[in-house]
Structure formats: C-alpha cells, structure tokens
C-alpha cells in the first residue's frame, strides 16, 4: 500500500479547517511535520473541534469567509479547499452562503493556490452524482442532478466547483486535484447535522425513535473520517488532477445502519419511519478502482469498527 504522505509538505492552507473532515486533516498534517493554516468563518465549524490543535508548533487560525477574502500572506505549497456547509441542515440553512463558497469560495482558493504555486485539492462530493442511475458510480459517470431542487445549492455549488477547479488547470497551468467524497462519519460530527450516522447514533444514546426516511431500502456508503484523510493526503502527494471518488464501496441500507446503531449503542430505541426528503438518492456507492490503482488506497476501518469508535466519541462528549 502506497504510503499516504509520501510528497512532504513545509506549510498547508486548509480552508474550512474547523469543520469535521477540515479539523481531521490539519492534525494529520501537523503530524506529518507540516505548519498549518486553518481558514474558517465558524459559520459551520466549531471551535472546540480545532482546540487540541491552537498551542501546537506551526498551527495558525485565521477567521474569515472564503468568499470575500482569503487572508493568508505566507507562502505555502499546498491548499486543501475545504469550507463548505455539507450537511443538510446546514445547507439548507445557508443556500446562498453555501453556493458562494462553492463559487467566489473556490475562485479564491485557486488564485492563493496560483500565486504561490501551490498544489489545489478541491473538496467535491458524491452528491456531484445526484441521485444516480448508475450503481455503483464511477468517475466517468455525468449524475443526475436536479438543479433546482432543495439539495441543489450543495451540488451545483461542487459541480461549479469541479468546473472552475478543471478550467483554473486548463488556463493558467494550475496545480490542480479534485476529490469526490462519500458520506464520511466519525467523531467531531455534530448530532443534529442531519446526516444518517450522527442521528442514529445520538437518538440511541438518548433512547430516542431512531428515523428511518422513507422505507429505509435506500443505501449509503460509510467511510470512516480516518480512510478519508489518508485517502485526501494520497491525491494531494500523487500529481493526479482527478476527479478520483474517496469512499467506502461497502453499501448499506439506512435500516440496516439504524439496526446496527441500535445493536452496538446498546439502545431499546424504536425504529420510527418518517417522510422522504424531496431528491434523497436512491443508492449511493463509489467505485473507487482509480484509487485503488492509481493512489494504492482503500479504506481499512469496517463499518462495526468506525461506529464503536464514532459511538464512544459521543458518549464521552454528550454530542458536542
């Protein structure tokens, strides 16, 4: 297996770097002997998620919205565009403000990446996909995206993404990558930030109705956070512009996933049914072969392995 860090980085700009995976991969490259700068608006992200981090050599926080300016002065050689709302309850929250980072946001991080001459890593997503008439999906595939829909302000705000990302590379020469992630979970997720796992997983520590959407048949896939910063740090080191799918091909039912929470939180919690969201996608899994053969990389943490880990993290800080 390819090492994961095998180019070495002397200083990273991180944007949205107090957010969940954003928080996750400036500790990794801190231990990696890389100084960090984490950009974040705090619109999302949390403090507490990068205090470990502030008396840390080489650790730098600066507080700005990507979207109007991007304050960073020192020279860096790698930039990892991050920020974002990504949950649905942020998003939907914050539609303008999601589709501005994701535009100006990202605009931005290309022009500090170009004028230092810095490698560009373009967080995207699977929800580039929409919800796909192709199982799984590969990097080829185009999606199926409602552009007006409630989750559109995410997706085409990624898709724009990708599309300036590809057109920053063609017209200046730009060292660019773009990495599609799939439904990542893990500790520092927030247990009303909509997505399935953080639910699940704090309805069944309360003893609350775990729910299900819909009939529950529809699936995801479950990268735990740790196999999707190793994957992320993999792109960034391969000289690789992408789009290169970073998930976990496991796929599983929601009530599969809500049963399993269940089981292992120890819970009495019901499983309650409730109405679909408008666009919620069917099926969701990547094919992640460009990985595999191109990066040397595939996630190692099982889904009963990454829940206990994501399960113990929420009993210890109560969800916060």
Known sequence: ???????????????GGAGFVGSHLCAALLDAGAAVTCVDDFSTGRPENITALLDRP?????QADVAEELPVHRPCD??????????PADYLRLPLHTMETGSLGTRNALRL??????????????EVYGDPQQNPQDERYWGNVNPVGPRSV??????????????????HGTDTCIVR?????????????GRAVPTFVRQALAGEPLTVTGDGRQTRSLCYVDDTVT????????????????????????????????????SASEIRYIERP???????CPDITLARDKLGWEPRVGAEEGLRRTIAWFRATSGN
């Open 181 to 193: 992630l799939f439904n990542t979970y893990g500790p520092r997720m927030r247990g009303h930030d």
């Open 58 to 62: 080489g650790f730098t926080l600066v």
């Open 1 to 15: 297996m390819t090492s994961a860090i095998s180019r070495t980085w002397e200083h990273a700009v991180v944007t």
């Open 78 to 87: 790698l930039v990892l565009h991050f920020a974002s709302p990504a949950s």
């Open 278 to 284: 408008v666009d919620d996608p069917a099926v969701r």
């Open 154 to 171: 995410y997706d085409e705000a990624k898709r724009f993404g990708e599309a300036l990302t590809t057109a920053h590379a063609q017209a």
């Open 231 to 266: 994957g992320i740090l993999a792109a960034a080191a391969h000289g690789m512009r992408g789009p290169v799918n970073i998930g976990n091909p496991g796929e599983i039912t929601m009530l599969d996933l809500a049963r399993l929470v269940v089981e292992l939180t120890g």
């Open 113 to 126: 990446a170009q004028a230092a001459e810095a490698r560009f890593v373009l967080a995207s997503t699977s």
